[in-house]
């Protein structure tokens, strides 16, 4: 198979490998998803243990053989960008990354607010952010369409919803690869966790990612 120009797998790839934010935790000021963390203070109630595990991806995910766990370092790009993971006044984030460091990565992005009412306008600007997607364009031998917009029933918190982007080969360059970009946002009290998964194919099935959104809305505190 084949990708013209190599802009899909250098997304997926090489591209993925590439800023988006290093693990940790911090307490910040305004910032995107690009901005690096410090080390954790007594003002922050996030916590390591509330981020999902390479394991647990494993066991929801089982068809790929994730078992690389990144917990420092930077994490892989998101699909639409760092306005896909947090909003704005950002008090503190932490992220945990994963990947089978083939074509497939992903990542859990936590982000807290002063209050529920910021992490409400962080959560809709995310959202926002996820049905535009205007950050990123598929190569020109591809387009793109989103394949699920809809709420996850049963998720733990406020709301928690999926969108999924389609990177597919146009007629005329039926070799080139296609590409899954799921996104699960959860809105938990003053706390946002973001879901950005990617790889070859369709991506992560939709019944193994709303168990992995289940699972992450579960873990997060308000």
Same mark, same amino acid.
């Given at each position: #198979? ?6 899909? &797998?250098? #997304?997926?790839a ?10 940790g935790?911090? /307490?910040?000021? #305004?910032?995107g998803? !690009?901005?690096?963390? %410090? %080390? ?7 916590? &390591?243990?509330? @981020?999902?595990?390479?394991?647990? /991806? +494993?066991?929801? !995910? ?8 990144? !917990? ?7 699909y ?6 947090? $909003?704005?006044?950002?008090s503190?984030?932490?992220? &945990? ?15 807290q ?6 992490? +409400? ?8 952010? @996820?049905?535009?997607?205007?950050? %990123? ?12 917009? &809809? ?10 919803q999926?969108?999924?982007?389609? !990177?597919y ?10 590409? $899954? ?11 946002? %966790?973001?879901l ?6 369709p ?7 709303d ?12």
């Amino acid at each position: #198979m084949k990708v013209a120009g190599g802009k899909l &797998r250098g #997304m997926l790839a090489a591209g993925a490998a590439v800023g988006a934010m290093a693990a940790g935790i911090g /307490v910040l000021g #305004m910032g995107g998803a !690009d901005a690096a963390t %410090s %080390s954790t203070t007594a003002t922050t109630a996030l916590s &390591r243990s509330q @981020l999902l595990t390479v394991g647990e /991806v +494993k066991k929801v !995910d089982a068809r790929r053989n994730w078992f690389r766990q990144v !917990d420092r370092g930077i994490l892989p790009r998101t699909y639409c960008g760092p306005a896909s993971t947090e $909003g704005k006044h950002v008090s503190a984030r932490m992220a &945990r990354g994963f990947t089978d460091e083939m074509d497939a990565y992903g990542a859990q992005y936590v982000s807290q607010y002063a209050n529920a009412a910021a992490a +409400k306008a962080a959560y809709n600007s995310v959202i926002a952010t @996820l049905k535009s997607c205007t950050y %990123s364009k598929p190569a020109p031998t591809h387009a793109r369409k989103i394949t699920e917009n &809809r709420v996850v029933k049963g998720a733990s918190g406020d709301l928690t919803q999926v969108i999924r982007w389609y !990177d597919y080969p146009k007629p005329n360059d039926p070799g080139s690869e296609a590409g $899954g970009f799921p996104y699960a946002v959860t809105l938990k009290g003053r706390n946002v %966790s973001v879901l950005a998964f990617s790889e070859m194919g369709p991506g992560v099935p939709a019944p193994n990612f709303d168990k992995l959104a289940r699972q992450a809305a579960a873990k997060v505190t308000r």
